[in-house]
């Protein structure tokens, strides 16, 4: 008889309090999968409902509860995120970059597009062969097998194109069933980058030694694939883009790292099935490399799935946000960044991305949260006093103090204050009853000090 496991597995979004405040927890995908322990897998109802559709199940679906409890979670549009900073600073470097004859933005930002996506998109459309080891089950996470998470933001690469987009950024969240270690997480986030140039744009300002314009051509008739570029792209076209491109990455990261003047970089050959050629951008931290992106000049039958097969020629690259928010804030461990403890969170609560952070470690032991209600009989308690007098009794076993919440209420003419209160050891696990007594004496001397009704 084969015994079954029922497993109900609710995903809840909860979403922490980033501006002070504790907002309501969001009610998401429900799933009811049930689990065969003898051989281990999950064994999937005829369809499962993501995000209000419903899909057919069959033998390549292999999406697991915890990726489906992740999705819709947009930590690059959480305000207050680490990976939310860092786009808006990739985004601000991208703004600057004008068109000459409109002076606007030249790249647009998508950022918002569903990761659910088709194997056409993820794959076909960008020229993935069928027998490539992208493709396989054991890579991905396939709701069906026409369906699954996008593996890379190049998925979208041909939809943008054919939309009328040459410059665009598109950013999101990217799934694999890849290793798990401290620079390897099965959901991270990717930034595409896209830019395509036509003739006039890519030679605009070559002019000969008479002051007339180049008559350099993109497109060479009798020209063949080798090392350095693709069959029917003459090689100046491709230096130019090339030169475009890495002036770009180079460009972005002098931004982004200031002091880059201390950052060994280098640019290793790759090979992408979208790309030839193909490069990834590294650099050196503390003696190790850390690979952050690959690039390079779009196949041109990418640019044909497209539409745009015949005019133009272009960049591409898609760079790994989590990889350079660790590198950028010193966050040791990919898996930080979906921490919901707000020793973590707190520390990027600022409005200026630009600021540089410095991530502390938080304390490995668990936090403890209390919170401390009280009507004012006078006067609002100045918050700074509070703190003040939260951390003369709780001392270092202190995490966080939070005014969480306040009001006036006319009729009882009072004001009101809610403070959440975190207590961490930074070398044990405290007991619920060691806090309540703090947290009790807390209350006792507010009382006195404030002349407070606790609620
Ligand atoms: C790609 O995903 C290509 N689509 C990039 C590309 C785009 C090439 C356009 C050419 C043109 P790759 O698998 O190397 O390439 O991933 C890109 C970056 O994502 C890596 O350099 C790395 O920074 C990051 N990355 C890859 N796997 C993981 C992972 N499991 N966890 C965290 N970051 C990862
Ligand atoms: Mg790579």
Redesign the pocket.
């Known amino acids: 008889m084969r015994i079954l496991n029922r497993l109900l597995i609710q995903s809840t979004f909860r979403y922490h309090y980033r501006t002070n405040t504790v907002k309501a927890q969001k009610k998401s995908n429900t799933f009811n999968l049930e689990y065969d322990p003898i051989k281990q897998t999950i064994i999937y109802p005829p369809e499962l409902l993501i995000n209000n559709k419903n899909y057919p199940t069959d033998s390549w679906t292999n999406v697991n509860p915890h990726i489906l409890s992740r999705l819709g979670q947009n930590l690059h549009r959480q305000k207050n995120h680490p990976l939310y900073h860092l786009t808006n600073r990739i985004r601000q470097y991208f703004y600057q970059q004008k068109d000459p004859r409109k002076q606007s933005p030249k790249f647009s930002i998508i950022d918002n597009l569903s990761p659910i996506v088709t194997v056409q998109q993820n794959f076909d459309s960008i020229c993935t062969p069928n027998d490539h080891v ?1 493709r396989t089950k054991s890579m991905n996470y396939y709701i069906n097998k026409d369906t699954l998470f996008r ?4 998925a979208h ?1 041909v939809d943008l194109i054919r939309s009328g987009l040459n410059a665009f950024l598109c950013i999101g969240d ?1 799934y ?1 069933r ?2 798990i270690d401290p ?4 959901i ?1 986030h ?1 930034c ?3 830019q395509l140039f036509n003739k006039e744009e890519l030679f605009m300002e070559n002019r000969n030694v008479r002051g007339e314009k180049d008559n350099l051509q993109i497109f060479a008739p009798n020209e063949y694939r080798d090392a350095t570029k693709q069959e029917g792209h003459t090689l100046e076209a491709v230096k130019l883009v090339e030169a475009s491109l890495k002036q770009t990455i180079t460009d972005l990261f002098k931004t982004l790292f200031p002091n880059a003047s201390t950052l060994n970089s280098r640019w290793i050959d ?1 090979t ?1 099935p ?2 030839h050629p ?1 490069w ?2 590294e650099i050196e931290i503390d003696g190790k490399w ?7 000049i ?1 196949e041109q039958s990418v640019l044909e799935n497209s539409g745009l097969g015949k005019d133009y020629i272009g ?10 928010a660790m590198i950028m804030y010193g966050i040791p461990d ?1 898996r930080l960044f979906w921490s919901t403890d707000s020793g973590f969170l707190s520390q990027f609560q600022f409005e200026d991305s630009t600021r540089p952070v410095q991530y502390k470690p938080v304390s490995a032991y668990p936090q403890c949260i209390n919170d401390l209600s009280m009507w004012m009989n006078k006067t609002r308690i100045d918050p700074l006093d509070l703190y003040d007098l939260v951390r003369s009794i709780g001392g270092d076993l202190i995490e966080q103090v939070l005014l969480i919440d306040e009001f006036y209420h006319e009729k009882k003419d009072k004001h009101s204050q809610t403070y959440r209160i975190i207590y961490r050891s930074m070398d044990r696990t405290l007991t619920k009853n060691e806090i309540n007594m703090i947290h009790k004496d807390i209350e006792n001397h507010c009382q006195k000090q404030f002349d407070v009704e606790i609620r």
């Open positions: 992208s593996a890379h933001t190049s690469q990217v694999r890849d290793s620079t390897h997480y099965p991270f990717q595409e980058g896209v790759a992408f979208f790309t193909s990834e951008y850390y690979e952050l992106l690959g690039c390079g779009i960049w591409a690259f898609g760079l790994g946000l989590e990889r350079i990919i």
